[in-house]
C-alpha cells in the first residue's frame, strides 16, 4: 500500500521567513495530495491542495509543489505568522475510494 | 458552511466496556471515513463506507470495530471490549465522491481515554 513520508517532524522559523515541509510517496498510481492544517486540539483542515495533473498551485502565502516523477511534494509558506503555528500534514491518495494516507506531521512554530 | 459533527467530544469508558462514537456527515455525502490519531501521532485510516458497506479497512479495524449507519443521518463506530491502547483522537471524515481529488472533511472528533 501507500507510504508516505514527511520532514521534518519539527520546524521552527522566524516570523516573516519562510517554512518548507516535504513529503514523499511511494505509489506512483497516487495523483491527488492535499495538505491539512491541525491545530491544537482541532480537527484537521484542508488549506491546500494538488492534483497529479498540476505542477504547482498557489493560493495566497502558501504554494504546493508536485514532483510525480521523483514522487514527492512539497508545502511552502512565505511570509509566516504566528497564527501559521500548527502540526501540518500531508496525504496522498490512489485513484477510486481508497482512503488519505497521511504522513507524520510536522510542528511548526512561528516565533515572533 | 456545511460541517461534519461528531458526538460525545470526550468519552471516558472503563477497560473492557463498549464505546460507540457518533457522527453525522455532510448531508450530501456518499462516502464515510473513521480516523483515528494516538496523542502526538499521525492520523492513521481506520475504515472507509460507501452504499451501506464497508469498503476498505485497514489492519488496526479488527473484529473489535465495527460501522453502522443506523439511519439516513448517522455514522457510528463502535468499539468492543476497549484496551487501554485504544486510547485515542478519533475522527470521522466524509466526502461528496470516492473520487481521489475530492476533498474529505474532517469532524471535531472525539478523544476516547480508556482507563
Known amino acids: 500500500g501507500e507510504n508516505v513520508e514527511q520532514h521534518p517532524s519539527t520546524l521552527s522559523v522566524q516570523e516573516g521567513d519562510s517554512a518548507v515541509i516535504k513529503c514523499t510517496y511511494s505509489?506512483?498510481?497516487?495523483?491527488?495530495f492535499p495538505w491539512y492544517k491541525q491545530e491544537l486540539g482541532k480537527r484537521p483542515q484542508l488549506i491546500i491542495d494538488i492534483r497529479s495533473n498540476v505542477g504547482e498551485k498557489k493560493d495566497q502565502r502558501i504554494a504546493v509543489t508536485l514532483n510525480k516523477t521523483a514522487k514527492h511534494f512539497s508545502l511552502h509558506i512565505t511570509e509566516t505568522q504566528p497564527e501559521d503555528s500548527a502540526v501540518y500534514f500531508c496525504a496522498a491518495k490512489y485513484s477510486g475510494n481508497t482512503p488519505l494516507v497521511f504522513g507524520k506531521g510536522t510542528r511548526l512554530s512561528v516565533i515572533a | 458552511e456545511p460541517e461534519v459533527t461528531q458526538t460525545p467530544s470526550h468519552q471516558v469508558t472503563q477497560m473492557g466496556q463498549e464505546v460507540i462514537l457518533r457522527c453525522v456527515p455532510i448531508?450530501?455525502?456518499?462516502?464515510f471515513y473513521w480516523y483515528r490519531q494516538i496523542l502526538g501521532q499521525k492520523v492513521e485510516f481506520l475504515v472507509s463506507f460507501y452504499n451501506n458497506e464497508i469498503s476498505e479497512k485497514s489492519e488496526i479495524f479488527d473484529d473489535q470495530f465495527s460501522v453502522e449507519r443506523p439511519d439516513g443521518s448517522n455514522f457510528t463506530l463502535k468499539i468492543r471490549s476497549t484496551k487501554l491502547e485504544d486510547s485515542a483522537m478519533y475522527f470521522c471524515?466524509?466526502?461528496?465522491?470516492?473520487?481521489?481529488?475530492?476533498?474529505?472533511?474532517f469532524g471535531q472528533g472525539t478523544r476516547l481515554t480508556v482507563v
Open positions: 448531508s450530501n455525502h456518499l462516502y
Open positions: 471524515a466524509s466526502s461528496q465522491t470516492g473520487t481521489p481529488n475530492t476533498e474529505a472533511f
Open positions: 505509489d506512483s498510481a497516487s495523483n491527488y
